[in-house]
């Protein structure tokens, strides 16, 4: 009895201790199997997603490029920062006394990569269930797939593509319970426990993060659609509610013009903002420039020099043909080629990929002022509807998303353009290359490809020169030997004209022109046969004075001197009057005698062929240069002024207006003169 109550005092007083030792053994023992269990279900989870991504990926090839990318997202991206977070996992087991700290410092470093891969999947994965749902619509397809997925992961069952999907949904959500677990199994008083606490706050902003992010992205997918609607479907879309919601934001946007209402200012929306329109503006700069150059390259691609038959069996002209025809029909097709493969379509695409965030920036201008007047609502009532409160949240995501992703969307896009120039540049030193290469061969063949480039150039400029030289004298001959210039027939309705030129210019300034000028340089004007125009300067800028500088009452440019003669103006009847009477003293009251009179030859205005013309049709009739014509309609029957129709030597027929002139010739006595 002694020793049975001598031992009871120790064992009641034992048991408390004993209790609370077997509780903190359980309770490490339950922290101990939690973080067992956070790594060993880490170690399953990695390599579903890598069967995810690699075997069921691999054999599903025959989905479309565009469907596998929506399905399996940026699976790549979570496989790599998952193998290294499990690294780091597996890496405390061999610390047990740190490794719940060494646990919660691990979640707290990795907390930004989770959030970050893990809201691009959980943003795209409604649109993967979309595409899962088309393919259950199609039974062999379906079939196809699902024994695909059965055949790898056995445990998916009927579920088959949706079981893989939602299972990094399922393990970023878990990740705050397993750390609540471990939390849930440490003592208050232990060093890990604040960590711990850290990281389970910070694993559930992260999924909160990700909630906003999906719901945002949401929001702007309904906005960054780029409709192409016909009149029609837009007049079908307007109702009595768009129309009541477009007056108030009209309302609203002229109560800020006139300064009646304050306007909410953001700057770092607006920078944003102002960077973004000036890298859509080089890119659509960009974009016109690549697309002039297609337009100039095509049209040089037209020009082929080598089929072009010179008679010339050989010599440097046949080697330039065959280097003609090399670089034509292998080097520049090829180039073409490329830059339209690597420059323009990819300059498409980036020009398309900006039209969804400049929709997104217009909708946010909307939204910001329904969002400013459901403020103004707030602060005079106290309190809004549902619906003014959905508005708020609305912009406040565009806001969200627009502030956060434009950063990286414009330096992306300066990347892109960057690299596009890069691409461009890199073609055009290719092409370089290989036209020297290509041209290496035929130029060692060529006459005076010893000589040294300088002495090359003064080489091209002589042989320039006097190729230069003897065309102006043909010119010269050609002028020599034409038939003297006559007097030209006005062209019709040029009265008005030649009035204005000689107000402004005078007489002696006029002159006609003697036969059609095409124009050939910027400056130069093209000009038909007959027109009157005053001399403005009788040289050009170079001092060349076989270009005059004339006015035609419209336009002014350079035109040939030698084709250009001194225009006479008569006076008419009227003038000639006015000026006889102007002449007369009126204190003059006896006449003067007049002179005897003076036999003068009369004469007669006679249309002659001022050019020889060949009849092309029995519409048309043949002319030889000076041939007298008789002129029966001065225009076609369309009434254009350019034919005439005319009698030749009893032969009717149409001649060109201009190859026609009216002399002056004298009446020869014992001839009447036909009225």
Not at 106 to 131: G, H, P, R
Not at 264 to 290: A, G, I, M, P
Request: aromatic share 6%; proline share 6%; net charge neutral.
């Amino acid at each position: 009895m002694a020793k049975h109550g001598a031992d009871e005092p120790s064992s009641r007083s034992g048991s408390p201790d004993g209790e609370g030792r077997a509780s903190e053994d359980r309770s490490l023992l339950h922290q101990r199997l939690a973080v067992r269990e956070l790594i060993d279900t880490e170690v399953s989870y990695l390599h579903m997603l890598q069967l995810c991504a690699s075997d069921i990926r691999s054999r599903l090839q025959q989905l479309p490029q565009g469907d596998l990318d929506v399905l399996f997202s940026n699976i790549d991206d979570i496989i790599k920062v998952n193998s290294r977070f499990l690294h780091d996992l597996q890496e405390t087991a061999s610390k047990e006394e740190e490794q719940v700290q060494l646990v919660g410092n691990i979640f707290l470093e990795f907390q930004e990569e989770l959030e970050q891969v893990y809201k691009v999947y959980c943003a795209s994965y409604d649109q993967a269930l979309l595409l899962v749902d088309t393919y259950r619509k199609e039974p062999e397809l379906q079939w196809h797939i699902q024994g695909i997925v059965e055949a790898v992961v056995p445990q998916a069952g009927s579920s088959g593509l949706s079981f893989l999907l939602v299972i990094p949904l399922q393990r970023i959500t878990r990740y705050p319970l397993l750390l609540q677990k471990i939390l849930e199994n440490t003592v208050p008083d232990a060093s890990a426990y604040p960590v711990l606490q850290r990281a389970v706050s910070a694993l559930q902003d992260v999924n909160t993060n990700i909630n906003e992010y999906k719901m945002r992205k949401e929001v702007a997918s309904k906005y960054t659609k780029v409709e192409q609607l016909t009149l029609r479907e837009r007049l079908a879309r307007i109702n009595t509610h768009t129309l009541s919601k477009k007056t108030t934001r009209l309302s609203q946007l002229l109560k800020q013009e006139a300064g009646l209402i304050p306007r909410t200012e953001d700057k770092e929306f607006d920078d944003l903002e102002e960077r973004f329109q000036w890298v859509s503006l080089c890119v659509t700069e960009l974009k016109n420039n690549v697309a002039a150059y297609l337009d100039n390259l095509q049209a040089f691609l037209y020009f082929r020099p080598h089929e072009y038959n010179l008679d010339i069996p050989e010599g440097p002209a046949v080697q330039y043909c065959n280097l003609a025809r090399d670089l034509h029909l292998e080097a520049f097709l090829k180039f073409k080629q490329r830059l339209e493969g690597l420059v323009w379509q990819p300059l498409c695409s980036l020009a398309k990929a900006l039209l969804g965030p400049q929709n997104l920036i217009k909708k946010r201008l909307d939204k910001l002022l329904d969002f400013e007047r459901v403020e103004e609502k707030l602060l005079e009532v106290g309190s809004v509807t549902y619906q003014e409160e959905a508005t708020r949240h609305t912009y406040q995501a565009l806001n969200s998303l627009l502030v956060a992703e434009l950063p990286q969307f414009n330096q992306l896009v300066m990347q892109w353009l960057g690299q596009i120039l890069r691409t461009f540049v890199t073609l055009q030193r290719d092409l370089a290359k290989q036209v020297l290469q290509r041209a290496e061969g035929s130029m060692a063949q060529l006459p005076h490809h010893h000589v040294p480039e300088p002495a090359f150039r003064k080489l091209v400029e002589d042989a320039l020169g006097r190729t230069s030289n003897q065309l102006r004298s043909f010119q010269e001959t050609f002028e020599k030997v034409l038939p003297p210039p006559t007097t030209q027939p006005l062209l019709p309705g040029s009265e008005r004209q030649v009035q204005a030129l000689l107000s402004r210019h005078g007489p002696g300034k006029l002159y006609q022109v003697t036969s059609n000028i095409s124009g050939t340089g910027t400056l130069d004007l093209t000009l038909p046969r007959g027109q009157i125009v005053a001399i403005l300067q009788n040289k050009d800028t170079k001092g060349n004075s076989g270009r005059w500088l004339v006015d035609t009452g419209g336009h002014r440019g350079y035109v040939p001197a030698g084709k250009l003669q001194l225009y006479h103006v008569v006076p008419s009847a009227e003038e000639l009057r006015r000026q006889a009477g102007l002449n007369k003293d009126p204190r003059c009251l006896t006449p003067e005698p007049s002179p005897a009179p003076v036999p003068s030859i009369p004469t007669v205005n006679q249309v002659i062929a001022a050019y020889p013309f060949v009849a092309r049709s029995s519409h048309e009739v043949s002319l030889q240069a000076g041939q007298p014509v008789t002129i029966l309609e001065a225009q076609d029957k369309k009434g254009n002024p350019e034919w005439s129709l005319v009698e030749v030597n009893g032969q009717r027929g149409y001649v060109p207006s201009g190859f026609l002139a009216r002399a002056r010739s004298p009446v020869l006595w014992g001839w009447s003169v036909p009225s």
